[in-house]
Structure formats: C-alpha cells, structure tokens
Nanobody
Framework: VQLQASGGGVVQAGGSLRLSCAASGRTFSFYAMGWFRQAPGKEREFVAGISRTGDSTYYADSVKGRFTISRDNAKNTVYLQMGSLKPEDTAVYYC????????????????????WGQGTQVTVSS
C-alpha cells in the first residue's frame, strides 16, 4: 500500500489541526494504521494506532486525551485530529500501515509497520 500524508502546518499553542493519510489500492481495510512523529534531533516515536476495522485504538501517553485517530475505509483514509497542541508536538508526522488487525502496546513500534508515507510537518508556536 502507498501512503500520502497531508494537513500539516503552523498553528499556535492550544490550537487544533487535522492530518490525513490517503492510501492507494483496494486493500486498505486489510491494514491497521498508525501515526508516528519525529522531532529534530530525536528518534521517530509512535503517536497513535487504529485497527483495520476502526473499533480499536491505541495512543502514546503524551497525546492521550488530546489526539484522536480515526479512519474511513470507504475513502481509504486515516486521520489524526490533534487538539490542545503544545510546542513539544512540533515534528514531522508520518502515517504507516501494518498488515495486521490491530495496533497495541506491543506493536506500537516502527519495526511492526511495513509501509510509510512521506511525512508532513507540524509546527506549534508558543
């Protein structure tokens, strides 16, 4: 599956932003999806994941309660709604696909995801 992330931009602290990730192909519903991010000088880290059906989600503690991941299998798209943004949320955000049913504590790692989008920059100003 090929992935294309979009929706990044510059937003003030406390603001909101929604990222989208469009997938090619007819097998989008076979994949659990995830969002990762990489801040300058830091390793890429897991942000949120969603099961192939959308009925199960998993979040990093740092974004829990502020970010919401969702998907629309009819549109081959996964979303990341980000709220109460903080300067420390500044990073390049990547969507990724995992050919499996779910994302959980064990699989919320880069090595479990086989397909990646190109990344979209999110900058939160203070």
């Amino acid at each position: 599956v090929q992935l294309q992330a979009s929706g990044g931009g510059v937003v003030q602290a406390g603001g909101s932003l929604r990222l989208s990730c469009a997938a090619s192909g007819r097998t989008f519903s076979f994949y659990a999806m995830g969002w990762f991010r990489q801040a300058p000088g830091k390793e890429r880290e897991f942000v949120a994941g969603i099961s192939r059906t959308g009925d199960s989600t998993y979040y990093a503690d740092s974004v829990k309660g502020r970010f919401t991941i969702s998907r629309d299998n009819a549109k081959n798209t996964v979303y990341l709604q980000m709220g109460s943004l903080k300067p420390e949320d500044t990073a390049v955000y990547y969507c990724a696909a995992r050919k499996s049913a779910i994302v959980d504590r064990t699989t919320a790692q880069e090595s479990y995801f086989g397909s990646w989008g190109q990344g979209t920059q999110v900058t939160v100003s203070s």
